[in-house]
């Protein structure tokens, strides 16, 4: 599709549209925790607080050797994934709990 001019700025006609499902906020300190992904999610976005935060998508585990990872004040976001079933996450804080906060979505 083809996009447009709007003040002088292309604007293209496939920008994506998601709809908010849902968040959490997990505290982890040594110990994989499983998120609860809302019905229709497909997206989802990790912020790291206070240490950094390993995942796993669609297994029952994480730990630091995991092959996600978003780094202490960063921010992952990773979809639209069809076969989204189960996310896992793990993260050790030094001087405490790591903190992870996910939202998720849905492509409309």
């Given at each position: 599709m083809p996009g447009?001019?709007?003040?002088?700025?292309?604007?293209?006609?496939?920008?994506?549209?998601?709809?908010?499902?849902?968040?959490?906020?997990l505290t982890m300190d040594g110990t994989p925790q499983a998120c609860t992904i809302p019905d229709g999610a497909h997206i989802f976005e990790i912020r790291a607080e206070s240490a950094a935060v390993y995942f796993n998508i669609n297994h029952a585990n994480a730990s630091a050797t995991s092959p996600g990872y978003v780094a202490n004040g960063a921010?992952?976001?990773?979809?639209?994934?069809?076969?989204?079933?189960?996310?896992?996450?793990?993260?050790?804080?030094?001087?405490?709990?790591?903190?992870?906060?996910?939202?998720?979505?849905?492509?409309?």
């Open positions: 447009k001019y709007a003040s002088g700025t292309y604007q293209p006609s496939f920008a994506p549209r998601w709809k908010y499902r849902g968040g959490e906020t921010v992952e976001t990773l979809g639209p994934l069809d076969t989204l079933t189960a996310l896992t996450l793990w993260g050790a804080g030094g001087q405490g709990p790591a903190v992870a906060h996910v939202m998720y979505f849905e492509e409309a």
